[in-house]
């Protein structure tokens, strides 16, 4: 089957790539810049937000005598992210596409922008679909907002107070989406995906400072703070108070609660291993 992974050069899309091409899938991969995907992944050069390039991936198919059947669907950093992603999904669906699978975020509810507004769009379709609500990704722990402070001053910042995260690895979540387009039928339309153990950041303070045998340390911050901070990190600024807010979200308990619903879908992988795998990154 032919698949589209849109976000294939991202966190989860990378990896769902690779699992799709192991099953033995044909695998289109749309990115801003084609040099980074290697075949047989078929790239496809492709911008959310210009939609002179919203066709490509199907013309790219047709070339090869192909149809795409399911797409993984990874949004633009953007508030309005609907005003992008609903059109692809009326052309995708023109185009023969019959299962999408929507990345969205464990506390973004349905009809909730960014991504819970697509996914209320989905819904209204005569599509199969799933949403994966995912926790907060291990990976994060390798981009700039967290990346800098550990190995520039030893710290992780953030203003989620003694709130405990699931934090949850991109290759459970790639699991999980691989099994969404690929299973005969989707079971769960309103997927959350969480990792094994609930964290705090000073339980996570204490894994790097145990792995990198130095000290690393919790900075508390307001969300004043936190938005600042990730501004200074490479985030548009439309969506830093979003995200500064869900630190509030963690510190009252948000995604505790999310972690003990009985239904979801939970992944293998510690952080713990995650650090030690990646403990490289991080010396200085
Ligand atoms: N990180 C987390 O903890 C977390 C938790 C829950 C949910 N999420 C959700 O997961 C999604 C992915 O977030 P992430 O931060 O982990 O990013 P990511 O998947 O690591 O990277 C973003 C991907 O999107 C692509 N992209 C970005 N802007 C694009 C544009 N204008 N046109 C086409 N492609 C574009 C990038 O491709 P190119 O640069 O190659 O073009 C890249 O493949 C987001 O919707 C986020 O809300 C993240």
Not at 213 to 233: T, Y
Not at 239 to 247: G, H, I
Request: proline letters at 5%.
């Amino acid at each position: 089957m032919a698949i589209l992974v849109t976000g294939g050069t991202g966190k989860t899309g990378t990896r769902l790539a690779q699992l799709l091409l192991a099953a033995g899938h044909s695998v289109y991969v749309t990115t801003r810049s084609v040099g980074k995907v290697q075949s047989p992944l078929k790239g496809v050069k492709f911008d959310w937000l210009d939609s002179s390039t919203k066709d490509a991936p199907f013309k790219a198919a047709a070339a090869n005598n192909e149809q795409i059947e399911a797409v993984y669907l990874v949004g633009p950093p953007i508030a309005d992210m609907a005003s992008v992603l609903n059109p692809f999904i009326d052309l995708a669906i023109e185009k023969g596409v019959t299962r999408f699978v929507l990345l969205s975020a464990s506390q973004v509810t349905k009809g909730q922008p960014p991504m819970g507004v697509v996914q209320e769009y989905l819904d209204t379709l005569k599509v199969d679909y799933c949403t994966l609500r995912p926790s907060w990704f291990h990976e994060n722990f390798l981009v700039p907002h967290n990346f800098r402070p550990l190995v520039n001053e030893d710290q992780i910042v953030s203003a989620a107070e003694d709130g405990r995260i699931p934090w949850i690895s991109s290759d459970d979540i790639a699991d999980a989406a691989f099994n969404a387009l690929t299973s005969e039928q989707i079971e769960e339309r309103d997927l959350l995906v969480v990792g094994p153990e609930l964290l705090t950041y000073e339980q996570i303070a204490a894994m790097f400072t145990e792995v990198l045998g130095r000290k690393i340390s919790f900075k508390r911050v307001s969300q004043e703070g936190m938005s600042q901070h990730l501004l200074q990190h490479e985030f548009h600024p439309g969506v830093t108070e979003m995200l500064s807010a869900l630190d509030l979200i963690v510190a009252t308990g948000g995604e505790e609660a999310i972690y003990k619903l009985e239904s979801k879908y939970v992944g293998k992988r510690t952080l713990l291993d995650f650090i030690r795998a990646n403990k490289e990154a991080w010396i200085r």
